[in-house]
């Protein structure tokens, strides 16, 4: 699953058909979303010279004299949209995923630069499978706006923020780019695109990732959400926490566990207690050589260091089991996972300032 959205600044010119074609052949996505089409009508002829030769269907607003529109495509063969309504500012798109079956609405929003018309644009996600994406000419933090005059705009990303709070939608992180608008100045630039998920959407592909591609001629640089289907591998640096309480754990390991033929922690304590209670009685009938009160003291030291660790597995083994067979099935639970999942995922690198994503990229990035 892949989605689009791109504010091109206009459609009207050949060399921006030509750009938009181009990213639709390199990136063949599921649906795509433009705004600012400056356009008041669309055509086959038109629309062809966007997407191609594929199967499509679209659904458009038309632009206000050359301010702005909006034009939503997606491919017939991936995608059954079975309504599309235009409200002020927004395009709605309902249908299914063909494939799997999966319901969603799409959202594709280009909202004005006064804080009143902000305000009218017309979104309810009332708990379904949306996606809102776009052009919101509003930021979340100060830090995604950065102005060359210094001074900032307080306001906007306070009603922004209640937005995405009253709608529960979720702001996944943004690889490959810190803001998606530039004025060109080289000072001036802006987050004002992004992708906002309900919760319901990213139950349904868990592993979605958005990614700022490089902008052409628009100002605005395209944005991608994808669904990571990529097969990774195993996941490396998998350890018990309480491994890093050992100091050199690699030579506790070979040398002290090897030692004794004994299954799980458990037996390993008690172990390390029965050679306790052996010294312990030899201390009550004679006098302990040096070093016997030496192994003494190590014994006693590493039934306490080994006593934490095992309360750490333990903790960790009754968290699994409770991921497994406690709350697993709730909402609540999938959505704190997923978060977590994004939040830790590495999809795009940079390497000598050229970005990599992707499996293979990544490796051969790495191992080179």
Not at 13 to 29: D, H, I, S, T, Y
Not at 104 to 133: E, L
Not at 159 to 183: A, C, M, Q, V, Y
Request: glycine share 8%.
């Amino acid at each position: 699953m892949k989605i689009i959205s791109w504010n091109t600044r206009g459609l009207g010119g050949l060399e921006k058909r030509q750009e938009v074609r181009k990213l639709v052949g390199n990136l063949k996505p599921f649906i795509m979303c433009i705004q600012e089409t400056k356009m008041q009508t669309f055509d086959d002829f038109l629309v062809t010279s966007l997407w191609g030769n594929s199967p499509y269907a679209f659904s458009y607003r038309p632009s206000v004299g050359a301010s702005g529109g909006l034009m939503t495509i997606w491919d017939a063969s991936e995608v059954d949209v079975w309504s599309t309504e235009s409200r002020e500012h927004v395009l709605w798109c309902h249908g299914r995923i063909i494939k799997t079956g999966e319901e969603f609405y799409v959202a594709n929003v280009y909202a004005p630069c006064d804080d009143r018309g902000k305000q009218s644009s017309d979104i309810n996600v009332g708990g379904r499978m949306v996606c809102v994406c776009g052009d919101f000419n509003a930021v979340k933090t100060v830090d995604e706006r950065h102005s060359a005059r210094g001074g900032q705009r307080f306001m906007d990303h306070i009603s922004f923020n209640r937005f995405i709070e009253d709608n529960n939608l979720i702001d996944l992180p943004l690889s490959g780019s810190k803001f998606t608008w530039f004025k060109g100045d080289g000072f001036s630039m802006s987050r004002l695109d992004r992708f906002l998920l309900s919760e319901e959407w990213c139950m349904a592909w868990p592993n979605c990732k958005q990614v700022a591609s490089l902008r052409g001629l628009s100002d605005h640089c395209p944005l991608v959400l994808s669904a990571n289907e990529e097969d990774w591998g195993p996941r490396p640096m998998r350890m018990l926490k309480c491994w890093k309480d050992v100091p050199g754990y690699d030579l506790f390991v070979r040398e002290k566990w090897v030692s004794f033929q004994v299954e799980g922690w458990g037996g390993r304590i008690d172990s390390l207690k029965d050679r306790l209670s052996a010294l312990d009685q030899k201390g009550e009938e004679e006098v302990l050589f040096e070093a016997e009160l030496a192994e003494l003291h190590g014994v006693t030291l590493d039934i306490h260091s080994l006593a934490r660790r095992n309360a750490s597995i333990s903790w960790q083994q009754s968290r699994s089991l409770w991921l497994k067979e406690g709350d697993a099935n709730s909402k609540y639970f999938h959505s704190v996972l997923a978060g977590r999942r994004r939040r830790n995922a590495i999809s795009v690198i940079q390497v000598d300032g050229v970005s990599m994503e992707g499996v293979t990229p990544i490796r051969q990035a790495v191992y080179t």
